[in-house]
C-alpha cells in the first residue's frame, strides 16, 4: 500500500471541531514530508498544512490559527486536528506524502468536510 488512506470528514457545525487521520507510511513507502491540502468546489487544491520528519510544520494563513498537524510516534500516519471550523473550511481534503529524495508524490482519495453555518 502506497497510497494513502484517509479516515474522518463528515458534516459538523461551524464553531465545532473534527479530526482527520491517515496512513501515510508503510514498509513500502516512507515519505519525509506528509500533510493535508484542500479543495473547494471551483477552486484549485490548496496547502492546509505540512510536516516534515523532523517535526517542523506549515500551515496556511487560513488555518493556522485553528488548526493543528502531527503525527503518531512512528511516523506512520498523519492527523489533522481541526478546531473552530468555519463554513470556508467545507472542503475536500486530500492527505498527502512526499519522499522528497526519491522525487515520489502520492495522494490519498480525499475525505468531504462541510460545515454547516
Known amino acids: 500500500q502506497v497510497q494513502p488512506v484517509e479516515s474522518g470528514g463528515g458534516l459538523v457545525q461551524a464553531g465545532g471541531s473534527m479530526r482527520l487521520s491517515c496512513l501515510a507510511s508503510t514498509r513500502i513507502f516512507r515519505p519525509n514530508v506528509m500533510g493535508w491540502y484542500r479543495q473547494a468546489p471551483g477552486k484549485e487544491r490548496e496547502l492546509v498544512a505540512t510536516?516534515?520528519?523532523?517535526?517542523?510544520?506549515n500551515y496556511s494563513e487560513h488555518v493556522k490559527d485553528r488548526f493543528r498537524i502531527s503525527t503518531d510516534k512512528a511516523k506512520n500516519n498523519v492527523y489533522l486536528q481541526m478546531n473552530n471550523l468555519k463554513p470556508e473550511d467545507t472542503a475536500v481534503y486530500y492527505c498527502y506524502s512526499r519522499d522528497s529524495y526519491r522525487d515520489a508524490t502520492y495522494w490519498g482519495q480525499g475525505t468531504q468536510v462541510t460545515v454547516s453555518s
Open positions: 510536516i516534515i520528519s523532523n517535526g517542523i510544520t
